[in-house]
Nanobody
């Protein structure tokens, strides 16, 4: 089994910054694409960003230019640097990973989420 654990969430004022981390642990051969999603009460879960094992990135229009996704393959960790935060960014942020496991390639795992609240 593979486990993803997010950290770095919290309360921040508008215009502030936060950096989220997601560390993968367990038994696996390779972590392929890793990404971030978010969900605020009353809204659908929204894709935020993703990054391939080779470092190629993509972002949702709502965060483009403000958020940066990166990863440390040696530590099996993905990061989300969030700058210029506004109240619309308030949500629970979830880490997602596509993982190759013995006999089971491309298996999807999710973290339990970390709360980000942007408020004065």
């Amino acid at each position: 089994q593979v486990q993803l654990v997010e950290s770095g969430g919290g309360l921040v004022q508008p215009g502030g910054s936060l950096r989220l981390s997601c560390a993968a642990s367990g038994s696996f051969l390779r972590i392929n694409v890793m990404g971030w999603y978010r969900q605020d009460p009353g809204k659908q879960r929204e894709w935020v960003a993703r990054i391939t094992s080779g470092g190629n990135t993509a972002y949702a229009d709502s965060v483009k230019g403000r958020f940066t996704i990166s990863r440390d393959n040696a530590k099996n960790t993905v990061f989300l640097q969030m700058n210029s935060l506004n109240p619309e960014d308030t949500a629970v942020y979830y880490c997602n990973a596509d993982v190759d496991i013995v006999r089971f390639p491309h298996t999807t795992y999710w973290g339990q989420g970390t709360q980000v609240t942007v408020s004065s």
